[in-house]
């Protein structure tokens, strides 16, 4: 398969409906969630048709048969980042991944009084309440980088917060809200240098560019299925094989035990220590097939895709009068979420008017509150791309911001 979007778009039929008053639907929040191509729906419908069971441990064809989708799922899934199988832990999203680490740390005593957890002014709500939450019940402090005005993390004070006190730096890859892309390898060895573990969150990076989890120096990745065209339900955290071997279980229950005592029990080793319970494994299957999509499409051709309607979309954008990009304003280093402000309209009047004419985006605080007090603005509108969004759309985008303006006499 060769990057053709108007080839690519026909395997997702959602693509193809209209919204109330008839206008086409112009889809342009994948960042909060994909659509799913039909090979995706194939697979999970395929696996209820004809395999369907509870993995592991059963003494018949069909869980045999079961286990094997999910392992191989599983497989699929560690090449794609290249990981080991034993690595990828299968969660339920990239918010359960973050938290099983939190939680584990907390649990093995890796983090206490006095020590320090750094995150970023620019995290997901989900990197960042579990930390403050760990900071909490452990007494340890938590700090932050702090944001430049133009949307990228403010390093300066990095040997400030990065020192022999650090014991976990939590940082996002890529901003859903700003699109930056952040330097995680050059953060990650200066955490590693002062022995911090580092967690990254990549549920805005790995659906949309190379991620090899050897390169990006980290020692924790989570994402998230249903961003990247898999089903809802799953998601990812690969985490070093010698750190997750280490750490205590987040969930207890059947399927992560070895031997259970009326008083005691002993663990699986990983990846089932952190698996409790009956898996998804349709959504697993799901996964894997959505993998499979990328890797056809190639995740270069992706991100370059992906960079073509970023630039677009800044450059008309920056055409409008009284629109204001909130984060980068040029492709470097940077991600297809693109938020914006519009002088004198309040982004919810925005989305309204977008969403008249078929424009699906989001708007508010995009589960990053910190991020709009950070700019002293109320929320933003927000526009992300994705495989099958094309130039068109990006037109579509910045005419309705246009019409908004119309509308509201700006
Ligand atoms: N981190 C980032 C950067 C995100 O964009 C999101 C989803 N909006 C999450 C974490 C949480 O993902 P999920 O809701 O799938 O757990």
């Known amino acids: 398969m060769t990057f053709d979007v108007d080839v690519l778009r026909k395997d997702f039929p959602i693509l193809g409906r209209t919204v109330d008053g008839g206008a086409r639907l112009v889809y342009l929040d994948s960042g909060a969630t994909t659509q799913k191509p039909l090979q995706v729906l194939d697979a999970e419908r395929d696996f209820y048709l004809t395999h369907n069971a509870a993995v592991h441990r059963g003494a018949h064809q069909l869980a045999g048969e079961a286990t094997e989708a999910y392992e191989g799922a599983r497989h699929t899934v560690a090449r794609f980042v290249g990981a080991a199988d034993d690595e990828i832990v299968f969660t339920k999203n990239t918010t359960e991944g973050i938290n099983l680490v939190a939680y584990a740390l907390g649990n093995a005593r890796r983090v206490g009084p006095g020590d320090r957890i750094v995150v970023t002014e620019m995290e997901h709500h989900a990197n960042l309440v579990p930390w403050q939450q760990l900071a909490e019940r452990t007494g340890a402090t938590l700090d932050w980088f702090g944001l430049t005005d133009d949307g990228r993390l403010d390093l300066t004070r990095a040997g400030e917060l990065i020192d022999e006190r650090t014991k976990v730096l939590a940082v996002g890859h890529q901003s859903n809200v700003l699109g930056t892309v952040n330097p995680v390898r050059e953060l990650a060895d200066r955490a590693h240098a002062f022995g911090a573990l580092v967690v990254v969150d990549g549920a805005q990076s790995v659906p949309h560019r190379p991620v090899g989890v050897r390169e990006l120096g980290a020692d924790f990745l989570a994402f998230s299925g249903h961003k990247m065209l898999g089903p809802s339900g799953i998601g990812v955290l690969w985490g070093r094989r010698e750190l997750l071997a280490d750490l205590p279980p987040f ?99 925005v989305g309204q008017v977008l969403d008249e004419r078929g424009v699906a985006v989001r708007v508010g605080h995009h589960c990053a509150r910190p991020i709009v007090r950070r700019y002293g603005i109320p929320a933003t509108t927000r526009a992300t791309f994705y495989v099958y969004n094309t130039l068109d759309e990006v037109d579509a985008l910045v005419d309705g911001v246009r019409a908004a303006q119309k509308y509201f006499g700006g």
């Open 251 to 349: 969930l207890t229950g059947g399927s992560m035990i070895e031997v259970v005592e009326m008083d005691r029990t002993t663990f699986l080793p990983p990846p089932q220590r952190f698996e409790a319970g009956v898996p998804m494994t349709a959504q697993a299957v799901g996964l894997a097939a959505a993998v499979d999509y990328l890797e056809a499409l190639g995740m270069a051709e992706v991100a370059a895709h992906e960079d073509a309607l970023t630039a677009r979309a800044l450059e008309l954008l920056a055409e409008v009068p009284g629109v204001r990009i909130v984060g980068p304003r040029d492709v470097t280093d940077r991600g297809a979420a693109v938020s914006f402000t519009v002088d004198g309209i309040h982004p919810h009047d």
